[in-house]
T-cell receptor, first 109, second 113 residues
Framework: GEDVEQSLFLSVREGDSSVINCTYT??????LYWYKQEPGAGLQLLTY?????DMKQDQRLTVLLNKKDKHLSLRIADTQTGDSAIYFC?????????FGQGTELSVKP | SAVISQKPSRDICQRGTSLTIQCQVD?????MFWYRQQPGQSLTLIAT?????????ESGFVIDKFPISRPNLTFSTLTVSNMSPEDSSIYLC??????????FGPGTRLTVT
């Protein structure tokens, strides 16, 4: 199909790691992105990964890419209450972004 | 990163009227896009705003309903024409910076009554 898919909800305890998963469809996508959207706010670019990479780490964020399975994940270490938001993955097709449905992350103290 | 502003930030409009949304970027960018986020939904691309030529629309979106202008490399407008309640959404512009990084404006929250 043409959809980028994510699970809709994830709940974790403060201090634990969060892993948000995404499957995409276009093997020719050159870049894959993660965005964060807090309630009533716009989209914040968190990180992106080039399709020929397996992993990218940026402070508490780790992105893993399995190109064979078209699977992307975002790991947030030491999750804080301020990380509560909706997280969108997106694949780039010629500059146009195709978004997943978003995963709502809830962090419980 | 590119700094993007949008006007208005929100509006409540009556059905049958039109609203023009402005997007301003603090640097020249090649690629600009307009997206729609319906309530509780993900983002859907409306069109690519092309500088000096007609916008390129995605399937399901037409120029008569969503006319777009892009007079230069830092500015674009999206008009939502002949509005109905189904047009109630957040409209976001985005730009590509440094060939890879794609940033979004804060969005325009539109409610049609």
């Amino acid at each position: 199909g043409e959809d980028v898919e994510q699970s809709l909800f994830l709940s974790v305890r403060e201090g634990d790691s969060s892993v948000i998963n995404c499957t995409y469809t276009d093997s020719s996508s050159t870049y894959l992105y993660w965005y964060k959207q807090e309630p009533g706010a716009g989209l914040q670019l968190l990180t992106y990964i080039f399709s020929n990479m397996d992993m990218k780490q940026d402070q508490r964020l780790t992105v893993l890419l399995n190109k064979k399975d078209k699977h992307l994940s975002l790991r947030i270490a030491d999750t804080q209450t301020g990380d509560s938001a909706i997280y969108f993955c997106a694949e780039s097709r010629g500059g146009k972004l195709i978004f997943g449905q978003g995963t709502e992350l809830s962090v419980k103290p | 990163s590119a700094v993007i502003s949008q006007k208005p930030s929100r509006d409540i409009c009556q059905r049958g009227t039109s609203l023009t949304i402005q997007c301003q970027v603090d640097s020249q960018v090649t690629m600009m896009f307009w997206y729609r986020q319906q309530p509780g939904q993900s983002l859907t691309l409306i069109a690519t705003a092309n500088q000096g030529s007609e916008a390129t629309y995605e399937s399901g979106f037409v120029i008569d309903k969503f006319p777009i202008s892009r007079p230069n490399l830092t500015f674009s407008t999206l008009t939502v024409s002949n509005m109905s309640p189904e047009d109630s959404s957040i409209y976001l512009c985005s730009v590509v910076s440094r060939d890879v990084e794609q940033y979004f404006g804060p969005g325009t929250r539109l409610t049609v009554t």
